[in-house]
């Protein structure tokens, strides 16, 4: 069974979590694919709800087994995919499909899914405002920071080759902006 799917992306920092919550709460027949990563999890998550946390082994006994459609090591040692099961468990349900993830994760998607998909990259207004927000988000010491930063660099690079591009100035404007064209695509 096959259906539609919503690939959201952008650099760490660029809002893709608050615009998919966004999105969600407005738009019905939607599920959140949920990735799995063998990165630490945060105070606030929950195994299976924000991702499925897997240790490195068990994460590369998934990749022995082909169970992920894409898979990326994102930052040294850290890795996030997109597990075969749970897209097909949500497509049962009679779901569309929502992404969030890596820009590199988001082209395999889109690649995979082939005109199934939209795929929507998300842009910061400006690599300031990128750097603004990862500290105030209070998650990265200074290494993880400049990797973060470094990766964004050649992440926005790569926002050519999404269906869409959204600066995410003002989180109403970009939220209605997404909302409209997933409506879109959905009715198409």
């Given at each position: 069974?096959?259906?539609?799917?919503?690939?959201?992306?952008?650099p760490?920092?660029?809002?893709?979590?608050?615009?998919?919550?966004?999105?969600?709460?407005?738009?019905?027949?939607?599920?959140?694919?949920?990735?799995?990563?063998?990165?630490?999890?945060?105070?606030?998550?929950?195994?299976?709800v924000?991702?499925?946390?897997?240790?490195?082994?068990d994460?590369?006994?998934?990749?022995?087994?082909?169970?992920?459609?894409?898979?990326?090591?994102?930052?040294?040692?850290?890795?996030?995919?997109?597990?075969?099961?749970?897209?097909e468990?949500?497509?049962?349900?009679?779901?569309?499909?929502?992404?969030?993830?890596?820009?590199?994760?988001?082209?395999?998607?889109?690649?995979?899914?082939?005109?199934?998909?939209?795929?929507?990259?998300?842009?910061?207004?400006?690599?300031?405002?990128?750097e603004?927000?990862?500290?105030?988000?209070?998650?990265?010491?200074?290494?993880?920071?400049?990797?973060?930063?470094?990766?964004?660099?050649?992440?926005?690079?790569k926002?050519?080759?999404?269906?869409?591009?959204?600066?995410?100035?003002?989180?109403?404007?970009?939220?209605?902006?997404?909302?409209?064209?997933?409506?879109?695509?959905?009715?198409?």
């Amino acid at each position: 069974m096959k259906g539609k799917a919503i690939i959201i992306t952008a650099p760490s920092g660029g809002g893709k979590s608050t615009l998919i919550r966004y999105l969600m709460e407005r738009v019905p027949g939607l599920a959140f694919s949920v990735s799995a990563t063998t990165r630490p999890k945060r105070s606030h998550e929950q195994d299976g709800v924000h991702y499925y946390f897997l240790s490195p082994e068990d994460f590369q006994k998934k990749i022995s087994d082909r169970a992920f459609i894409e898979w990326e090591e994102v930052y040294p040692g850290t890795c996030y995919g997109t597990l075969k099961d749970e897209v097909e468990r949500l497509w049962r349900e009679g779901k569309t499909l929502v992404f969030d993830v890596d820009v590199l994760g988001a082209l395999s998607l889109k690649k995979y899914f082939g005109p199934s998909a939209l795929a929507v990259f998300i842009k910061p207004p400006s690599a300031e405002v990128l750097e603004e927000r990862l500290r105030k988000r209070g998650t990265e010491d200074a290494q993880s920071l400049k990797e973060r930063l470094e990766r964004a660099e050649m992440e926005l690079g790569k926002a050519r080759h999404f269906d869409r591009v959204i600066v995410n100035d003002r989180i109403e404007r970009a939220g209605e902006e997404l909302v409209d064209m997933v409506k879109k695509f959905i009715a198409a």
